[in-house]
Protein backbone atom coordinates (compact mmCIF):
# COMPACT_ATOMS: atom_id res chain seq x y z
CA UNK A 1 0.00 0.00 0.00
CA UNK A 2 1.13 3.36 -1.13
CA UNK A 3 1.63 6.65 1.03
CA UNK A 4 -0.52 8.17 -0.82
CA UNK A 5 -3.16 4.96 -0.25
CA UNK A 6 -2.89 5.48 2.86
CA UNK A 7 -3.48 8.91 3.17
CA UNK A 8 -6.36 8.26 1.27
CA UNK A 9 -7.66 5.85 3.73
CA UNK A 10 -7.16 7.85 6.61
CA UNK A 11 -8.91 11.17 5.13
CA UNK A 12 -11.77 8.33 4.19
CA UNK A 13 -11.51 7.64 8.35
CA UNK A 14 -11.85 11.10 9.20
CA UNK A 15 -14.96 11.41 7.18
CA UNK A 16 -16.49 8.34 8.61
CA UNK A 17 -15.52 10.00 12.30
CA UNK A 18 -17.36 13.14 11.49
CA UNK A 19 -20.53 11.13 10.35
CA UNK A 20 -20.36 9.77 13.68
CA UNK A 21 -20.32 12.51 15.56
CA UNK A 22 -16.76 12.35 16.85
CA UNK A 23 -14.60 14.33 14.46
CA UNK A 24 -10.83 14.31 15.16
CA UNK A 25 -9.28 17.90 15.80
CA UNK A 26 -6.50 19.28 13.24
CA UNK A 27 -3.91 18.86 15.30
CA UNK A 28 -4.81 15.21 15.78
CA UNK A 29 -5.22 14.77 11.93
CA UNK A 30 -2.06 16.19 11.62
CA UNK A 31 -0.21 13.97 14.05
CA UNK A 32 -1.92 10.83 12.26
CA UNK A 33 -0.38 12.02 9.06
CA UNK A 34 2.53 13.18 10.21
CA UNK A 35 2.77 9.42 12.29
CA UNK A 36 2.01 7.57 8.84
CA UNK A 37 4.59 9.51 6.93
CA UNK A 38 7.60 8.70 9.22
CA UNK A 39 6.53 4.99 9.03
CA UNK A 40 6.34 4.89 4.94
CA UNK A 41 9.89 6.56 5.14
CA UNK A 42 11.09 4.35 7.43
CA UNK A 43 9.42 0.93 5.66
CA UNK A 44 12.75 -0.65 3.77
CA UNK A 45 10.06 -1.06 0.63
CA UNK A 46 9.36 2.38 0.38
CA UNK A 47 13.03 3.51 0.54
CA UNK A 48 14.21 1.09 -2.11
CA UNK A 49 10.70 2.48 -3.72
CA UNK A 50 12.15 6.31 -3.49
CA UNK A 51 16.38 5.00 -4.95
CA UNK A 52 14.24 3.71 -7.74
CA UNK A 53 13.48 7.33 -9.04
CA UNK A 54 16.21 9.53 -7.45
CA UNK A 55 17.40 9.93 -10.92
CA UNK A 56 14.20 11.77 -11.62
CA UNK A 57 15.21 14.21 -8.44
CA UNK A 58 17.78 16.72 -9.38
CA UNK A 59 16.81 19.21 -12.15
CA UNK A 60 13.90 20.28 -14.22
CA UNK A 61 14.86 17.57 -16.97
CA UNK A 62 13.37 14.98 -15.13
CA UNK A 63 10.65 16.67 -13.44
CA UNK A 64 7.24 14.74 -13.78
CA UNK A 65 5.29 17.96 -14.91
CA UNK A 66 7.63 17.95 -18.28
CA UNK A 67 5.28 15.54 -20.39
CA UNK A 68 2.38 17.94 -20.15
CA UNK A 69 1.24 20.42 -22.47
CA UNK A 70 1.19 23.87 -21.49
CA UNK A 71 -2.65 23.48 -21.13
CA UNK A 72 -2.23 20.40 -19.46
CA UNK A 73 -0.07 22.09 -16.77
CA UNK A 74 -2.20 24.90 -16.44
CA UNK A 75 -5.17 22.86 -15.43
CA UNK A 76 -3.17 21.04 -12.93
CA UNK A 77 -1.59 24.13 -11.14
CA UNK A 78 -4.98 26.29 -10.59
CA UNK A 79 -6.49 23.08 -9.72
CA UNK A 80 -3.67 22.53 -7.03
CA UNK A 81 -4.04 26.23 -5.84
CA UNK A 82 -7.88 25.73 -5.90
CA UNK A 83 -7.40 22.74 -3.08
CA UNK A 84 -4.47 24.33 -1.18
CA UNK A 85 -6.84 27.24 -0.71
CA UNK A 86 -9.04 25.25 0.99
CA UNK A 87 -6.76 23.22 2.89
CA UNK A 88 -7.11 19.88 0.64
CA UNK A 89 -4.78 17.41 -0.15
CA UNK A 90 -4.63 17.65 -4.17
CA UNK A 91 -3.55 14.39 -4.22
CA UNK A 92 -6.06 12.75 -1.97
CA UNK A 93 -9.03 14.47 -3.56
CA UNK A 94 -7.35 12.85 -6.90
CA UNK A 95 -7.41 9.96 -5.20
CA UNK A 96 -11.23 9.72 -3.64
CA UNK A 97 -12.61 10.81 -7.14
CA UNK A 98 -10.22 7.56 -8.93
CA UNK A 99 -11.72 5.16 -6.12
CA UNK A 100 -15.56 6.59 -6.30
CA UNK A 101 -15.07 6.98 -10.20
CA UNK A 102 -15.80 10.43 -10.33
CA UNK A 103 -14.75 12.95 -12.90
CA UNK A 104 -12.49 15.05 -12.24
CA UNK A 105 -13.35 17.51 -14.49
CA UNK A 106 -9.83 19.24 -16.09
CA UNK A 107 -7.46 17.07 -14.29
CA UNK A 108 -9.08 13.99 -15.55
CA UNK A 109 -6.36 12.93 -17.73
CA UNK A 110 -4.02 12.69 -14.82
CA UNK A 111 -6.16 9.31 -14.05
CA UNK A 112 -6.46 8.29 -18.12
CA UNK A 113 -3.05 8.71 -18.90
CA UNK A 114 -0.70 8.82 -16.03
CA UNK A 115 -2.21 7.01 -12.94
CA UNK A 116 -1.26 7.01 -9.44
CA UNK A 117 2.69 5.92 -9.74
CA UNK A 118 2.95 8.86 -11.98
CA UNK A 119 1.00 11.01 -8.93
CA UNK A 120 3.60 9.77 -6.35
CA UNK A 121 6.34 11.02 -8.14
CA UNK A 122 5.18 14.70 -8.41
CA UNK A 123 6.65 16.47 -5.13
CA UNK A 124 6.24 20.13 -4.05
CA UNK A 125 9.81 21.32 -6.03
CA UNK A 126 8.59 20.02 -8.79
CA UNK A 127 5.29 21.77 -8.71
CA UNK A 128 7.93 25.01 -7.76
CA UNK A 129 9.56 24.85 -11.21
CA UNK A 130 6.76 25.62 -12.99
CA UNK A 131 5.14 28.03 -10.50
CA UNK A 132 4.78 31.91 -11.44
CA UNK A 133 3.58 32.40 -7.95
CA UNK A 134 4.29 30.02 -5.25
CA UNK A 135 2.98 32.00 -2.24
CA UNK A 136 -0.48 30.90 -3.94
CA UNK A 137 0.47 27.12 -5.06
CA UNK A 138 1.82 25.41 -2.25
CA UNK A 139 1.61 25.67 0.76
CA UNK A 140 3.07 24.06 4.40
CA UNK A 141 2.06 21.74 6.21
CA UNK A 142 3.19 19.79 9.36
CA UNK A 143 5.60 16.74 8.20
CA UNK A 144 7.11 18.67 4.99
CA UNK A 145 10.74 18.84 4.29
CA UNK A 146 12.41 21.55 3.51
CA UNK A 147 15.89 23.15 3.65
CA UNK A 148 16.57 27.02 5.76
CA UNK A 149 19.15 29.07 5.22
CA UNK A 150 21.21 31.03 7.96
CA UNK A 151 20.27 34.27 6.63
CA UNK A 152 17.18 33.64 8.43
CA UNK A 153 18.88 34.53 12.09
CA UNK A 154 22.17 36.03 10.41
CA UNK A 155 23.60 38.37 8.10
CA UNK A 156 24.97 36.39 5.66
CA UNK A 157 26.28 37.71 2.28
CA UNK A 158 27.39 35.82 -1.35
CA UNK A 159 30.99 36.39 -1.07
CA UNK A 160 31.25 37.61 2.39
CA UNK A 161 32.89 36.18 5.54
CA UNK A 162 29.61 35.04 6.57
CA UNK A 163 28.26 32.65 3.25
CA UNK A 164 24.69 31.32 2.88
CA UNK A 165 24.11 28.01 4.19
CA UNK A 166 21.27 25.23 3.77
CA UNK A 167 20.17 23.18 6.87
CA UNK A 168 17.27 20.24 6.18
CA UNK A 169 14.57 20.44 8.28
CA UNK A 170 11.34 19.53 9.12
CA UNK A 171 7.89 21.97 9.58
CA UNK A 172 6.31 20.69 12.49
CA UNK A 173 3.33 23.72 12.59
CA UNK A 174 1.67 26.07 10.75
CA UNK A 175 0.11 29.05 11.58
CA UNK A 176 -2.19 31.01 9.09
CA UNK A 177 -3.91 33.75 9.54
CA UNK A 178 -7.72 33.18 8.61
CA UNK A 179 -9.06 34.15 5.23
CA UNK A 180 -11.60 36.31 4.22
CA UNK A 181 -15.09 33.74 3.75
CA UNK A 182 -15.74 36.02 0.55
CA UNK A 183 -15.29 39.93 -0.35
CA UNK A 184 -18.22 41.99 -0.24
CA UNK A 185 -18.22 42.02 -4.39
CA UNK A 186 -19.10 38.72 -3.87
CA UNK A 187 -16.14 37.17 -5.58
CA UNK A 188 -14.17 34.27 -4.48
CA UNK A 189 -11.51 34.54 -1.42
CA UNK A 190 -8.51 35.87 -2.42
CA UNK A 191 -5.56 33.21 -1.86
CA UNK A 192 -3.17 36.04 -0.97
CA UNK A 193 -4.70 37.56 2.12
CA UNK A 194 -4.92 34.68 4.44
CA UNK A 195 -0.91 34.19 3.31
CA UNK A 196 -0.02 37.47 5.02
CA UNK A 197 1.98 36.91 7.80
CA UNK A 198 1.89 33.20 8.00
CA UNK A 199 4.75 31.18 10.13
CA UNK A 200 5.65 28.12 10.80
CA UNK A 201 7.77 26.80 13.32
CA UNK A 202 10.47 24.22 11.72
CA UNK A 203 12.42 21.32 13.70
CA UNK A 204 15.57 20.58 12.21
CA UNK A 205 17.55 17.15 12.32
CA UNK A 206 19.30 18.01 15.72
CA UNK A 207 16.02 18.46 17.12
CA UNK A 208 16.54 22.17 17.73
CA UNK A 209 13.61 24.57 16.57
CA UNK A 210 12.75 27.91 14.70
CA UNK A 211 9.52 29.72 14.21
CA UNK A 212 10.23 31.25 10.33
CA UNK A 213 7.43 34.51 10.43
CA UNK A 214 6.40 35.80 7.00
CA UNK A 215 6.65 32.79 5.67
CA UNK A 216 5.20 32.91 2.77
CA UNK A 217 6.55 36.74 2.79
CA UNK A 218 9.62 38.23 3.22
CA UNK A 219 11.55 35.36 4.39
CA UNK A 220 10.44 33.63 1.16
CA UNK A 221 13.87 33.54 -0.15
CA UNK A 222 15.20 32.25 2.85
CA UNK A 223 13.96 28.55 2.31
CA UNK A 224 12.93 25.95 -0.24
CA UNK A 225 11.71 22.53 -1.22
CA UNK A 226 14.08 19.69 -0.34
CA UNK A 227 14.68 17.47 -3.83
CA UNK A 228 14.71 14.56 -2.16
CA UNK A 229 11.86 11.17 -2.68
Not at 38 to 62: L, R
Not at 93 to 103: I, K, Y
Not at 179 to 206: K, Q, Y
Request: include cysteine.
Amino acid sequence: MTQLEIEAALDAAFRQCELFSCPLSSQQKQILLQAVQEFTQNQPEANNHGNAGKAGCNGQADNPLNPLTVEERQALLTFIQREESENRSWKTTLLNDWVQERDSGSVQFIRDRYGVQWLEQVKPFHLAQYADDQRELIRLKAGDRIEVTNGLWEWVQEDGPCSREWFPCTVIDVREPPNPAESETGEDPVVETGLNNASCIVRFDTGAEYEIQGVYDWNRPNWRWIEEN
